[in-house]
Structures are given as C-alpha cells and as structure tokens.
Nanobody
Framework: QVQLVESGGGLVQAGGSLRLSCAAS????????MGWYRQAPGKQRELVAA???????DYVDDVKGRFTISRDNAKNTVYLQMNSLKPEDTAVYYC?????????????WGQGTQVTVSS
C-alpha cells in the first residue's frame, strides 16, 4: 500500500504565500515523477507543476515565476512554494506521485488540500 499525506493549504490574502507538502510512504521501490494538480469549482483538474527524478521541472503558464516545485528524495516528499497568490489560484490542490512497485509504475493521489486566496 502507498499513502500520500498532504499539508500546507489554507486561507491567504492576494499577494501572500503558502507552501504545500506531500509525503509518500508505504511499500514501493522508488519514487519517480511527482506533481501538483488543482481543481477549482466547476473546472477540470489541471496540472500545475511537475518534477522528475533529475529535478527537471515544468509549470502551467499562469504560475510560472510565482510557484516553485521541489522534492526531497530522502523524505519522498514534494513541495510547492506558492508566492504572489491570486484569487484565481483558489482550488483544491492534489499531489500525484508515480512509484515503482513490484516492477510496475503506479500513480497515486493525495487527499487534496484547499487553497483559498481572498481579494
């Protein structure tokens, strides 16, 4: 079994910052790509940022320069530092992690954490 535990969401004023964390634990050989998605009310879930095992990163255009994704491989944890937050960043944020388990690449989702940005 694999568990993902997210933390760090909350309510912040526009222009503020939050840092999300997602820690993976359980029975797996290694952690591969890690990423953050978000889903706003009435909208589809979208990829916000992703990071590979060699620390290559990718971001959706509207968070470039404001959000930074990073990972701590020793802790199997991925972070999302969010600065200069805007009301349109309001959403439930989910981490997604690919692990190698029994020679299979499997994807797991975190439980989601609410981020609310007030104007």
């Amino acid at each position: 079994q694999v568990q993902l535990v997210e933390s760090g969401g909350g309510l912040v004023q526009a222009g503020g910052s939050l840092r999300l964390s997602c820690a993976a634990s359980g029975n797996f050989a290694s952690v591969n790509a890690m990423g953050w998605y978000r889903q706003a009310p009435g909208k589809q879930r979208e990829l916000v940022a992703a990071i590979t095992t060699d620390d290559s990163t990718d971001y959706v255009d509207d968070v470039k320069g404001r959000f930074t994704i990073s990972r701590d491989n020793a802790k199997n944890t991925v972070y999302l530092q969010m600065n200069s937050l805007k009301p349109e960043d309001t959403a439930v944020y989910y981490c997604n992690v690919e692990v190698l388990r029994w020679n299979n690449r499997l994807n797991y989702w975190g439980q989601g954490t609410q981020v609310t940005v007030s104007s």
